[in-house]
């Protein structure tokens, strides 16, 4: 089973450029989401997506766009990068509705952006 | 604020046992979990325990909770040099699998 795919693993951008990490999963989850890894601050949620055509803003939204047009898809745009979105992503999944749901959440091998 | 807290550094002899600590901020999570991150690695669920429960344990792993305290500990008992990695706290919040995380303590086990 693949899980989780995240693309690229590795990314080097200039200030002002833009870029889309790409996320899919294979496990029918409801729910997707980004979270980015700064050191010694944890994870923090960027946006999340309940279901195909449904998205919301987590915690630190500014800078990047999300859509989701199908189940298995939830691409992060980074519209004008800056220095600021260096930083590890990752994208997790899960279900939402199944009666045994304990919100697991399911990560990807994540993507290591650097802006320069 | 709404922080999940825990130490940043952890470091054992192999054959120990570990205990990780973490605060927690909502008192009204359902669910709350600790997931390890090898090097290079996404986070993996490694446990996690309902609101409703003190204890629990899965073999060499116990976790404790006091919600009087809003307090969480994750004990790995024998602790082996496989077990090196960072280990996150995490309390589920709002009507969906959002996740609010702690910085993550890093465990080092020496031979």
């Known amino acids: 089973n693949a899980g989780v795919t995240q693309t690229p693993k590795f990314q080097v951008l200039k200030t002002g450029q833009s870029m889309t990490l790409q996320c899919a999963q294979d496990?029918?989850?409801?729910?997707m989401s980004w979270y980015r890894q700064d050191p010694g601050m944890g994870l923090r949620l960027i946006h999340y997506?309940?279901?195909?055509?449904?998205?919301d803003q987590g915690e630190v939204p500014n800078g990047y766009n999300v859509s989701r047009s199908t189940t298995e898809d939830f691409p992060l745009r980074l519209l004008s990068a800056a220095p600021s979105q260096t930083s590890v992503y990752f994208c997790?999944?899960?279900?939402?509705?199944?009666?045994?749901?304990?919100?697991?959440?399911?990560f990807g091998e994540g993507s290591r952006l650097t802006v320069l | 604020g709404e922080d999940v807290e825990q130490s940043l550094f952890l470091s054992v002899r192999e054959g120990d046992s570990s205990v990780i600590n973490c605060t927690y901020t909502?008192?009204?999570?359902?669910?709350l979990y600790w997931y390890k991150q090898e090097p290079g690695a996404g986070l993996q669920l490694l446990t996690y325990?309902?609101?409703?429960?003190d204890m629990k344990q899965d073999q060499r792993l116990t976790v404790l909770l006091n919600k009087k305290d809003k307090h969480l500990s994750l004990r790995i008992a024998d602790t082996q040099t496989g077990d090196s990695a960072i280990y996150f706290c995490?309390?589920?919040?709002?009507?969906?699998?959002?996740?609010?995380f702690g910085a993550g303590t890093r465990l080092t086990v020496k031979p």
């Open positions: 997790a999944s899960s279900y939402s509705y199944s009666p045994l749901n304990t919100g697991e959440l399911f």
């Open positions: 496990m029918n989850h409801e729910y």
């Open positions: 997506s309940v279901g195909a055509g449904i998205t």
């Open positions: 909502d008192s009204s999570s359902t669910y």
């Open positions: 325990i309902f609101s409703n429960m």
């Open positions: 995490a309390e589920k919040f709002g009507n969906n699998n959002d996740m609010r």
